[in-house]
């Protein structure tokens, strides 16, 4: 079983920043994938940004150029800083990891508990 504890989350004026942290633990394998998704009421969760194995991210549209996401791989950690917040990136953050898990050995994706991000004045 693995754990996915975030933290980081609040409220922030717009132009403001956050920065969110994930950290994975329990019986893990490797980590193939690690990133963040985010969800509106009434909407479909999407996507924010990722990093894959090897160093590889992606992005949102919406957050290129503003948002960062790095990974500390011996702390099974993953950070997204987030720079000139607006309004529209209001929502509930989700840390999302696929893994290799161990005892038994399988992939395995997980999702963390959500921490909301709320930009006002």
């Known amino acids: 079983q693995v754990q996915l504890v975030e933290s980081g989350g609040g409220l922030v004026q717009p132009g403001g920043s956050l920065r969110l942290s994930c950290t994975a633990s329990g019986s893990i394998g490797s980590i193939n994938t690690m990133g963040w998704y985010r969800q509106t009421p009434g909407k479909q969760r999407e996507l924010v940004a990722r990093?894959?194995?090897?160093?590889?991210?992606n992005y949102a549209d919406s957050v290129k150029g503003r948002f960062t996401i790095s990974r500390d791989t011996a702390k099974n950690t993953v950070y997204l800083q987030m720079n000139s917040l607006k309004p529209e990136d209001t929502a509930v953050y989700y840390c999302?990891?696929?893994?290799?898990?161990?005892?038994?050995?399988?992939?395995?994706?997980?999702w963390g508990q959500g921490t909301q991000i709320t930009v006002s004045s």
């Open positions: 990093v894959i194995t090897g160093g590889t991210t």
């Open positions: 999302n990891v696929v893994l290799l898990e161990t005892a038994p050995w399988r992939s395995k994706m997980y």
